[in-house]
């Protein structure tokens, strides 16, 4: 029997009752136009599971309409939102803590001139959907983290830089588990997602003017977009696999 289990840290999905697609997308970082290009083209239904891995903020001139378009969301279909380390530093930042001129410097200037250029103009609900973002999100066949995990380490006891600060180098081993990680945070400037056995990067740097990427977890297909809108699908990730 598949058991689903829920708690404040992570989430696993039960997939023996799921009945639509799960479509994962690398770092957004402000890119609404990208986003918005392919969510126009998945046209996703309440069926549908959509997995956000994070840093949907900052970089790009959209961080406000991004969040916007998220929150919409949930009146469509299955929204899971991953914290990655930009939601973090500014969730710091927004309160003056440490991470504050960093933050600024890495992305958050472009995060707040979005919503007009002053911290009390980012509406509560954002703040809130940020906050409550998952640490992680796993189904039976595959694991979902901002950063990386650490191959044969429970979830729930992965640190917080390990989950949305580290970075992964294309060496790491497979989980013993069998299920595949995927991640974003470790921008490929390359545009191509980092694919080798057992891991999935899909930040393909997108707010440096590359693609935005999205795939769906069961067939591999990949949707992208540009900031500028341009759209490309029919690619799947067995074309960057690295043997």
């Given at each position: ?40 083209h998945l046209e996703l239904t309440r ?140 921008a490929q400037k390359s545009g191509k ?13 997108a707010y440096r003017g590359n693609y ?32």
């Amino acid at each position: 029997m598949v058991r689903a289990h829920f708690n404040t840290c992570g989430r696993m999905m039960d997939q023996s009752t799921q009945k639509g697609r799960t479509i994962a997308i690398g770092d957004i970082h402000g890119c609404d136009v990208a986003l918005g290009t392919i969510l126009y083209h998945l046209e996703l239904t309440r069926e549908d599971t959509f997995i956000c891995l994070g840093d949907a903020v900052d970089r790009g001139p959209g961080t406000k309409h991004v969040i916007e378009i998220l929150l919409d969301l949930k009146a469509s279909c299955k929204l899971i939102m991953i914290k990655g380390n930009h939601e973090e530093m500014m969730l710091d930042g927004l309160q003056g803590g440490h991470w504050e001129s960093i933050w600024l410097q890495h992305g958050g200037k472009e995060a707040i001139d979005s919503y007009g250029g002053r911290y009390d103009l980012i509406p509560e609900e954002h703040r809130i959907f940020m906050a409550t973002a998952l640490d992680y999100y796993e189904t039976e066949t595959d694991i979902f983290v901002h950063a990386t995990a650490v191959p044969g380490v429970p979830l729930e006891d992965l640190t917080k830089q390990e989950l949305r600060w580290d970075r992964i180098t294309g060496q790491e081993a497979p989980d013993p588990s069998g299920r595949r990680i995927i991640c974003g945070h470790t921008a490929q400037k390359s545009g191509k997602p980092l694919v080798y056995e057992g891991w999935a990067c899909l930040d393909t740097a997108a707010y440096r003017g590359n693609y935005l990427t999205a795939i769906d977890v069961h067939t591999n297909e990949l949707f992208q977009a540009k900031q500028s809108g341009k759209y490309r699908d029919g690619k799947t990730l067995e074309r960057y696999l690295i043997k």
